[in-house]
């Protein structure tokens, strides 16, 4: 993942569907699978900062937004990754919400039914 400025990022649940939605970003759309991945590598950013200072981004981010730390070039950029990762979290709980309450309808009272994203995987 490189680090950017992000203005506008339409996110849509998948290609059979024309819902979208939007966020800061910029102008790209990413599936579900791609959030997931990008959450995974915003996670593996953010676990080498706090291995090498011995805190959690959650305890780091709250020191940070008091004002508590100083403005240096890996505490900068571990903000971006912190709040870049709460970002697609909450798009990922958003189109997972709208995914769901789809395969509800769907199934009525049955169970739901997930597929592989691939479709050469097996059961």
């Known amino acids: ?13 998948d290609r059979k569907s024309n819902e979208t ?29 706090e291995m090498r200072y011995g805190l959690l981004s959650a305890d780091f981010y ?6 508590e730390l100083e403005q240096s070039r890996d505490f900068i950029q571990w903000v971006g990754y912190y ?10 709980r958003e189109m997972m919400y709208n995914y769901l309450r789809k395969l509800r309808q769907r199934a009525g009272i049955g169970a739901l039914h997930l597929t592989p994203e691939n479709s050469t995987a097996t059961a």
């Open 21 to 49: 939605i939007q966020m800061f970003g910029d102008c790209k759309t990413m599936t579900l699978n791609e959030i997931i991945q990008d959450i995974h590598g915003l996670d593996a950013q953010l676990t080498q900062l």
């Open 62 to 67: 709250h020191l940070y937004k008091a004002g």
């Open 83 to 92: 709040e870049a990762k709460l970002e697609r979290e909450a798009s990922y």
């Open 1 to 13: 993942m490189t680090q950017k400025h992000w203005n506008v990022i339409q996110l849509s649940l």
